[in-house]
């Protein structure tokens, strides 16, 4: 079981980018799947989620300026990120679960290794 993000890179205040969530030996449509962020010195954190039934949720801070979503045929997981600020810097992680607790990092079973997004000013 393996998931593989890309996609991160620099941008400027008010960019875009898009970032994918390869997943291979597991089917994103029978797992939750949820993005986290980890600035830097800071507790990794809820960004968002695309739940087995296709009901998404997000954290406040990106609501309105981010868009999870999946491509079943690709088995890969997207977060459209628009409108980007210096606080959204930090690494980017993709993460998997059955647990219905998709807010929270420690239910999660199966990480991605990471992609670094910088935001600057």
């Known amino acids: 079981v393996q998931l593989v993000e890309s996609g991160g890179g620099l941008v400027q205040v008010g960019g875009s980018l898009r970032l994918s969530c390869a997943a291979s030996?597991?089917?994103?449509?029978?797992?939750?799947m949820g993005w986290f962020r980890q600035a830097p010195g800071k507790e990794r954190e809820f960004v968002a989620v695309?739940?087995?039934?296709?009901?998404?949720a997000y954290a406040d801070s990106v609501k309105g300026r981010f868009t999870i979503s999946r491509d079943l045929a690709k088995n890969t997981v997207y977060l459209q990120m628009t409108s980007l600020r210096p606080e959204d810097t930090g690494v980017f992680y993709c993460?998997?679960?059955?647990?219905?607790?998709?807010?929270?990092?420690?239910?999660?079973?199966?990480w991605g290794q990471g992609t670094l997004v910088t935001v600057s000013s």
């Open positions: 030996g597991r089917t994103v449509s029978r797992y939750n």
């Open positions: 695309i739940r087995m039934s296709g009901s998404i």
């Open positions: 993460a998997s679960t059955k647990s219905v607790a998709v807010g929270q990092d420690a239910y999660y079973d199966v």
